[in-house]
């Protein structure tokens, strides 16, 4: 950010001045409300009222009596009537998790906040003569200093705050997941079976099961998909000629006129329809099944007991939306070969995406980088004035940083589909830890460490030694909390806030006004936005461990942390209750990989500290190695204790009545049919539908035909 100080050779260069972050701040705050002012114009307007209005994940969830104020700060003061009981109801424990964990994070540092300020303060008084904001930092105390024993008691205390705060979210996540678990759904009658070979066989002899095998149709379902989407599509165009009277036009940019959009639609549904003909009838059975028990208890039973890990896996079956069929398509050896293809292509990705980063810094560093030979040009920015000098290494550079990572979850999410995992739950919390990864390793290790470089680099040329790199590294990388301030700012006061406004879907809701489609084309782009926290949860987790670990050395970062958990917190609670629904409902199970994404990042703030305090010639920092093993054993106890208190709420039967029993087991015979067994009956007629019923063969075409494959077997 700014304005240099002079120093001695082995002493480090400040970094920042308050004017420049004052630059910045009033910045950040003037875009944050001009964005409300947009929002709150905009929800306030007649056309849109149904687009900012309440939703229901559950259709059966009455949402009359949500409150709805669209007040200026009508979206603040609404949902914090809801309480995490009617949210639960609402939204489901993907979305309760995620307002609970913002909430723990807001405590959490609202409580290290006078152990942060104590730390501060001892920092404030030391006699390297370090200006700026890098004054609050442990780079105003000198190598070797007995003051950096405040750090370290004041360490232990961080932490034991926060494994508590994180063991309050696992409490409270078991006591819903309990209450999940006792509900009566089909997973808990039901197991997933994988072997080496389709399962013809009942694998439970002398017990009724019902069973409903996978198929190998990949192809299919990608027609399938296709297919949907272009009847979605037709069904709009239809009303929308119903509704002007005329045909709906295209432009055609091969004939150069236009052409009957319907019709067009039309043949590229023929089209689909002969394709999806032509695959070959029976399709083949994947080495997957899901087997109904009668009882939930036969069912827990058969988990137990059956081990086989050779020949046969048994699990729990997840929840029927939750399941990824296509991913059965995918053999064993087909499945580790892409994992270790993803590992390798994540890794490269890695080390590719440390180039931006590396620009970033460089143009947070401007004056630095003028100092060296060849960038003599750059000299001219020490000489800026507060607001331009602020605008450019301060304001830009965290902006730059988030536009380049934007493309970076896209990227992930399609490497991971690779690995076809099996569930859309399992294929977020993937997406979750490597992308948490990924900006821990870029957005945080790379940037403190080469902006700390950019900071020292001129002073190294002219004094390389080893205790002059320790001491002016130490310095340099708790001075780039300004930096890391500034992002947390750009989140909490820009990226956050522009989710109120929900771009995509108000250009797609004024896009069909503009263009005179129909109001059922209107009404369907005011549904309630799929939502995947796995992105949200990584950008979160990234804020807590710069924040922990900076707390640590360089506690100004703090204030702004609860800050900006204040504001995230706000967002999403109005998100889950007026806009969202989560894409996949993975009932809670984010919460097992953000626990172990907190944990890995309080280790993160350790490593840091002693780093840092090794570099500024204090090995005594090593005091704080017993919080590190705590952390790491607690970890392991929690998670223990939570299986272990989670296999006693396994559901119980509702009646000891055998016949009952199997009555109550077999409403859920056909919960887990391949989807793509269905998929024709859905867009067929009912006459169509009696006759695939009967397994019959059904004519799609005069000279293509298709047979109906097996939905399921009952087995004794």
Known sequence: MSGRSSSSSNKFVSTGNFGDFGTVLILDVVIFAAILIGFH??????????????????KNAAVENLPNNTSFFGWITAPRSISYERLYELRGLDATMHV????TMILLFVTILPFAMAILAVNATGDQGVGGIPKLSVANIARGSQRMWVSVGCGYIITALALYWLYNGYRFFAQFSAYENQKNLANNYSVLLRSQTPIHENPAPGTNVFINNAFKANKLRRLEDKRTKLLQKRQFLALEQQEKGRAPLRFNFLKCHKVDELAHVDAKIHKLDLKIAAIPRPLKQAPASFVTFPSISEANNFVNNVHHPVTLRVTKAPYVNDVRWASFGVSTLQRN??????????FFLLFFWAIPVAFVQGLANLDALGRQKGLHFLRGTTGWSTIPRGLVQGFLPPLVLIVFFSLVPLILRKLNTLRAPQTYSRLD???LVSYYAFDVVNVFLVSAFAGGIFNIIAQLRQHFNSSTVANLLGSAIPAQSDFFINLLLAYTFITWPLRLIRLPELFKRYSTIRKGKTQTERTFYEQPVPRLYSL????????????????FIAPFIVPWAILFFVVSH??????????????????????????????????????IFYSTLSLKGFPESAALAPASIATIL???????????????NVPQDSTSNNALLIQDGYRFQTSYVDPIIDARRKNLTETENRILSNELEVGLTPNDSVRAPEVGTAAV
């Open 536 to 551: 949200t949860y990584a950008i979160e987790l990234l804020a807590f461990t710069i924040a922990i670990s900076y707390s």
């Open 570 to 607: 706000f967002i999403s609670k109005f998100e889950a209750v007026y806009v969202s629904v989560p894409q996949n409902y993975g009932r809670g199970t984010h919460w097992n990989s953000v626990f172990g994404c907190a944990i890995a990042g309080l280790l993160i703030g350790h490593f």
């Open 100 to 103: 609970y964990f913002l909430r």
């Open 634 to 648: 607690f970890a392991i106890w929690i998670r223990k204790t939570f299986v272990k208190n989670n296999g006693q």
């Open 429 to 431: 919390r993937l997406v």
């Open 41 to 58: 114009f905009l929800r306030t307007r007649r056309s849109l009222r149904y687009f900012f209005s309440p939703k229901s994940f559950d």
């Open 337 to 346: 070969l892409f994992t270790a293809l993803v590992i390798v292509a994540t």
